[in-house]
């Protein structure tokens, strides 16, 4: 008697149960890999796994070890960054600093400094120095550079010291100097954290009042006008080319630090022009008396109690009189130190910091970018 194939009912029932068996093989392959006693595993049974089963089976093995060598490859490491090279066109004000300093002074890593013009084609990065630019400018001007080369406007002249550089208003891609909106802001000097290596601070001894050492006298500067009327009401200890006491540069530290009060009085006034004439006095324990920009501007980047400003005094003979009530109580004076505790005040080094810090700079941001119109920024 001759069999019957199967009915069509009857063999939708066996693809159907084939389906559910590859289906739960797959199933136990992604998510129990570690049980090798059901069908399809590792050893697939061909009495139960048809061809497409075990293709899926074949597939996921090759992806898992793909994945595997993925996670085991190792990153290339962030001690071989690709080099920025700065060349440093003009030294500023001619004077030479260590082109090897960026990672072991500031840690940048992977920084060249160069000032060999025959590098120019391969400089990331031009820095000029305006105050250094002078009869240059046309040559500059017509100077073909690499479309992703930056030029950077670099001073640290106060607006009425430095020179506007008539018809490159569009010369350059990045700025860096003292003020706080330059792209590569780099102040006179900084409070930094304490850290393990520096001394705690101990008061210098003092035997002066007030101090100022000046050289660039000038009759229309606001300062002169203040000083002439402030010193009829207080002793100040004069030094400088002005009073003809010129202080050797290996005293200078020890003069400093034995004034209880410094003159940081800026020969102009401009935003955020704070110079070293602060920040020297607050390395060597004096506290500044300043003339500048407002008061806003100086509790940016010091503490509002780490010094006075003359604006805060309705006169000259106010101001006097108010230091000379600090000298009669200790322990006022000494709040103005308070910050010590935490932090430490650093100057800056002119150039080589600006340097260090455009590299850096290049190498977190790689896209377009013009100042337009910087006369109009710097001396507006």
């Known amino acids: 008697m ?21 289906f739960t093989a797959i199933f136990y392959i992604y998510y129990k890999p570690s049980m090798s006693w059901m069908p399809c595993t590792d050893k697939p049974q061909p009495d139960v796994c048809t061809e497409a089963c075990l293709n899926v089976i074949a597939n996921k093995t090759e992806n898992t070890q793909e994945k595997m060598q993925a996670v085991t490859t190792v990153e290339p490491s962030k001690d ?26 500031y840690g940048i890593k992977s920084c060249r400094l160069t000032d060999d013009r025959g590098q ?6 031009v820095m000029f120095h ?17 479309p992703r080369q930056k030029w950077v406007w670099m001073d640290m002249e106060s ?51 007030v101090c100022w050492i000046v050289s660039h006298w000038n009759d229309n500067h606001r300062r002169v006008g203040f000083f002439n009327e402030f010193s009829k ?62 008061r806003e501007n100086y509790e940016e980047i010091i503490p509002k109690d780490s010094f006075i400003h003359v604006d805060d005094f309705q006169t000259p003979q106010e101001l006097a009189e108010h230091l000379k009530a600090l000298d009669q109580n200790q322990e006022m004076y000494e709040r103005f130190f308070s910050w ?19 590299c850096d700079h290049l190498r977190k941001f790689r896209s377009f970018s013009i100042v337009k119109d910087v006369n109009k920024w710097y001396f507006s």
């Open 80 to 105: 071989h960054l690709p080099e920025i090279v700065v060349l440093i066109w003009y030294w500023p004000f001619g004077e030479h600093f260590d082109l090897n300093s960026c990672e072991s002074i």
């Open 340 to 358: 010590r505790k935490d932090y430490v005040a650093k100057s800056s080094v002119f150039g080589q910091e600006h340097a260090c810090y455009i």
């Open 130 to 146: 305006i105050r250094d630019i002078g009869g240059d400018l046309p040559s500059l001007l017509a100077m073909s550079r690499p």
């Open 120 to 125: 120019f084609d391969q400089a990331h990065a």
């Open 233 to 294: 009401h207080i002793n100040v200890e004069g030094y400088g080319r002005h009073f003809n006491r010129l202080i050797d540069p290996q005293d200078y530290n020890k003069v400093m630090s034995s004034c209880k009060f410094y003159l940081s009085f800026e020969n102009s006034i401009h935003k955020y022009y704070i110079t070293e004439k602060v920040f020297n006095p607050m390395r060597l324990g004096t506290v500044p008396v300043v003339l500048g920009p407002p």
């Open 2 to 22: 001759t069999s019957k194939a199967p009915s069509g009912h009857f063999r939708h029932l066996i693809i159907a149960g084939v389906l559910v068996t590859c």
């Open 159 to 209: 607006p009425t010291y430095s020179p506007k550089l008539i018809g490159a208003e569009d010369l350059f891609n990045l700025t860096s100097n003292f003020r706080r909106d330059s792209d590569i802001w780099i102040p006179y000097g900084r409070l930094v954290e304490i850290s393990d290596e520096d001394e705690p601070f101990q008061m210098p001894q003092k035997d002066k009042l």
